[in-house]
Nanobody, 115 residues
Framework: VQLVESGGGLVQAGGSLRLSCAAS????????MGWFRQAPGKERVFVAA????????YYRTSVRGRFTISRDNAKNTLYLQMNSLEPEDTAVYYC?????????WGQGTQVTVSS
């Protein structure tokens, strides 16, 4: 199993980024997937999840209305569109199945939001 996150970067508050997660080694289209983030000195937390079909999505309260999770099962790719970014969104972002047991975590992608 391989999960490769990309698309992070440095952005000013109010800006946007689109993260991607390329998945391989498992039947991606059969799994609900999620995005997680880990800020410096803090635990990794749930950000958003999407069912295998893309028909339902779920968000942590602080990102609801600003972030949009989506997937392309034909490309085995998961996305996270992040708008109206805030300094509190600064973290390393990871993708994985939506709940335990998780696959091995990828390297993540760093998102830094300056005020």
């Amino acid at each position: 199993v391989q999960l490769v996150e990309s698309g992070g970067g440095l952005v000013q508050a109010g800006g946007s980024l689109r993260l991607s997660c390329a998945a391989s080694g498992f039947p991606f289209s059969s799994y609900a997937m999620g995005w997680f983030r880990q800020a410096p000195g803090k635990e990794r937390v749930f950000v958003a999840a999407i069912t295998w079909s893309g028909g339902s999505t779920y968000y942590r309260t602080s990102v609801r209305g600003r972030f949009t999770i989506s997937r392309d099962n034909a490309k085995n790719t998961l996305y996270l569109q992040m708008n109206s970014l805030e300094p509190e969104d600064t973290a390393v972002y990871y993708c994985n199945t939506d709940k335990a047991p998780y696959w091995s975590w990828g390297q993540g992608t760093q998102v830094t939001v300056s005020s």
